[in-house]
């Protein structure tokens, strides 16, 4: 089977563009879903509502990939998960290190979903000479002072980061001159590489202070008294008093009596309550 250091997905050389990149995975695991359930096509509509885009963008996103759909038909599930997969460099084994067996990296460790969508974990790392040795997720722990000779056996070019901030940089470092190309960083800091190396950002505390903003703002929604506001008797119109009307002095009112001419027209006259 292929490795990760000898084969790299085709999608910059055939031009597909970064936010399309983003969306394939998306779509990859709609369509997994749907062949989960021997679903054989699927219009751009479906896909597009399970994946969380639109179906413009969707057909748009597909065209890159010369995938077009059958008119009354729609995209051949089977197809698209391999044409997905293959872009995306899933149809190959990518061997990853995972540095940092805390707890966050000790649940990556147990993730099931690696192994199933194409990546194998080579290796778990950590500084702590106490924990070097022990098995997490069947695999034994190994000490950092192993990490290029690790990376050199394995063929590795995909790094997990998940270190406190203060070790991130360090280790971010090492793992470059290792021969790292492309590193998931968990750790909650901004790491520095150079041209040529591809960092993804998972940071847990930015999105759930994301989602406390929007719920601060539903909060202060339900709560505002939706009423008319008072109008200030600094900017309420005036008004000009009527002229008393001579019918109630029982002599004969001219039609119109109920209203007086001004300067722009008629005035409503204000009737007492």
Same mark, same amino acid.
């Given at each position: 089977?292929?490795?990760?250091?000898?084969?790299?997905?085709?999608?910059?050389?055939?031009?597909?563009?970064?936010?399309?990149?983003?969306?394939?995975?998306?779509?990859?695991?709609?369509?997994?879903?749907?062949?989960?359930?021997?679903?054989?096509?699927?219009?751009?509509?479906?896909?597009?509502?399970?994946?969380?885009?639109?179906?413009? %963008?969707?057909?748009?996103?597909?065209? /890159?990939?010369?995938?077009?759909?059958?008119?009354?038909?729609? /995209?051949?599930?089977? /197809?698209?998960?391999?044409?997905?997969?293959?872009?995306?460099?899933?149809?190959?084994?990518?061997?990853?290190?995972?540095?940092?067996?805390?707890?966050?990296? +000790?649940?990556?460790?147990?993730?099931?979903?690696?192994?199933?969508?194409?990546?194998?974990?080579?290796?778990?790392?950590?500084?702590?000479?106490?924990?070097?040795?022990?098995?997490?997720?069947?695999?034994?722990?190994?000490?950092?002072?192993?990490?290029?000779?690790?990376?050199?056996?394995?063929?590795?070019?995909?790094?997990?980061?998940?270190?406190?901030?203060?070790?991130?940089?360090?280790?971010?470092?090492?793992?470059?001159?290792?021969?790292?190309?492309?590193?998931?960083?968990?750790?909650?800091?901004?790491?520095?590489?150079?041209?040529?190396?591809?960092?993804? %950002?998972?940071?847990?505390?930015?999105?759930?202070?994301?989602?406390?903003?929007?719920?601060?703002?539903?909060?202060?929604?339900?709560?505002?008294?939706?009423?008319?506001?008072?109008?200030?008797? +600094?900017?309420?119109? %005036?008004?000009?008093?009527?002229?008393?009307?001579?019918?109630?002095?029982?002599?004969?009112?001219?039609?119109?009596?109920?209203?007086? %001419?001004?300067?722009?027209?008629?005035?409503?006259?204000?009737?007492?309550?």
């Amino acid at each position: 089977m292929a490795t990760g250091r000898t084969h790299r997905p085709a999608t910059r050389s055939r031009g597909i563009p970064e936010a399309t990149v983003a969306r394939l995975p998306l779509y990859l695991r709609a369509l997994t879903a749907l062949s989960e359930r021997s679903v054989p096509t699927v219009s751009s509509e479906e896909l597009a509502a399970a994946a969380g885009v639109n179906s413009a %963008k969707l057909r748009k996103d597909f065209s /890159y990939l010369g995938s077009y759909g059958t008119r009354g038909v729609g /995209y051949d599930v089977e /197809y698209l998960v391999y044409q997905i997969s293959r872009e995306l460099g899933l149809t190959q084994d990518w061997p990853v290190v995972i540095v940092g067996i805390g707890n966050l990296g +000790a649940a990556l460790a147990n993730y099931g979903g690696f192994a199933s969508r194409g990546f194998r974990v080579a290796a778990l790392i950590d500084a702590d000479p106490a924990m070097a040795g022990k098995p997490v997720a069947g695999l034994p722990v190994r000490h950092t002072d192993e990490l290029e000779s690790i990376i050199s056996d394995n063929g590795v070019s995909i790094g997990v980061i998940a270190t406190p901030a203060g070790a991130a940089q360090q280790v971010c470092d090492r793992l470059v001159a290792a021969g790292i190309t492309s590193i998931l960083n968990f750790a909650p800091t901004v790491l520095s590489v150079p041209d040529g190396v591809d960092v993804r %950002k998972v940071d847990l505390s930015i999105e759930l202070q994301i989602l406390a903003f929007h719920e601060q703002r539903k909060a202060g929604e339900e709560t505002t008294p939706a009423t008319t506001p008072a109008v200030s008797p +600094a900017i309420a119109p %005036k008004t000009t008093p009527a002229a008393p009307s001579r019918t109630a002095a029982g002599a004969g009112a001219p039609a119109g009596a109920g209203s007086r %001419k001004g300067p722009d027209g008629d005035v409503p006259a204000v009737m007492p309550a």
